[in-house]
């Protein structure tokens, strides 16, 4: 495993923000790896519900469990 953190990005759609990640993972290298679950949050719900959606957006190989 490997450190695990939140990357708020206010004002960003979600498309944006996946186009963030592609311009991340170009600037890693190869040799870098992360996975990423975006959630773009509601307006409403709470930070757990929205946190809850974005890591239930990982990749399945990097999921808990």
Known sequence: GGEEFAVLMPGLRAAQ???????????????????????EWDGKESALALMSRAEAALPAERQPG
């Open 17 to 39: 923000a996946k186009a963030a990640v592609a311009h991340a993972r170009r600037s890693a290298g190869a040799r870098r790896h992360f996975a990423v679950g975006i959630a």
